[in-house]
């Protein structure tokens, strides 16, 4: 049996966001259960190898190949969370730093978690939104801080 070492599931994802420190308390997204390894789906293209098209030469080749598909959802602590779209900035960023691959990542708030969950799911997911906010360094500076990994 050959085994591939470069595939990502939601273990991984789970093992990289779980130390994300929350923007307001003293305390990890885990600790706070906002996150959930049961709340993540990972579809990773170099394990589901069903992904061949013909190249320009006519020969079957893998247009996936080193990719993945990462969708995570989050409960914020409180349903009127005025933090949720920087949690799920720091999210996107630690997963974007820290996994060893290409990925499409898409956050959204748990259903029925969030009183404003629909606006805030499509502010965090907009990378016109996503870029102009780590652009202000207030925000793009508590980003940083929170997915600082301590040393243990």
């Given amino acids: 049996m050959i085994m591939n070492y470069n595939v990502i599931d ?5 093992d990289i966001i779980r130390h994300i420190k929350d923007p ?13 390894e049961d709340w993540i789906t990972v579809i990773d293209f170099d394990k ?7 190249n320009d030469n006519g020969n079957k080749e893998n247009v996936n190949n080193g990719y993945c598909f990462i969708k995570i959802l989050f409960q914020p602590t409180v349903p ?15 997963i974007k730093e820290y996994l060893p691959k290409r990925s499409k990542i898409e956050i959204y708030i748990k259903p029925g978690t969030h009183q404003t969950e629909d606006e805030i799911n499509k502010q965090i997911n907009d990378k016109e939104r996503i870029i102009a906010a780590l652009e202000n360094p207030e925000i793009f500076q508590l980003v ?9």
Avoid: G, Q, S
């Avoid at 939601?10 to 789970?14: A, G, L, R, S």
């Fill in 10 to 14: 939601k273990i991984d994802v789970f």
């Fill in 24 to 36: 307001e308390f003293p305390k990890t997204l885990e600790e706070l259960k906002v996150v959930n």
């Fill in 48 to 54: 589901n190898n069903n992904n061949d098209e013909l």
């Fill in 80 to 94: 009127h969370c005025h933090l949720a779209p920087t949690i799920a900035l720091c999210i996107r960023e630690k």
């Fill in 144 to 152: 940083k801080k929170c997915i600082k990994e301590d040393d243990y």
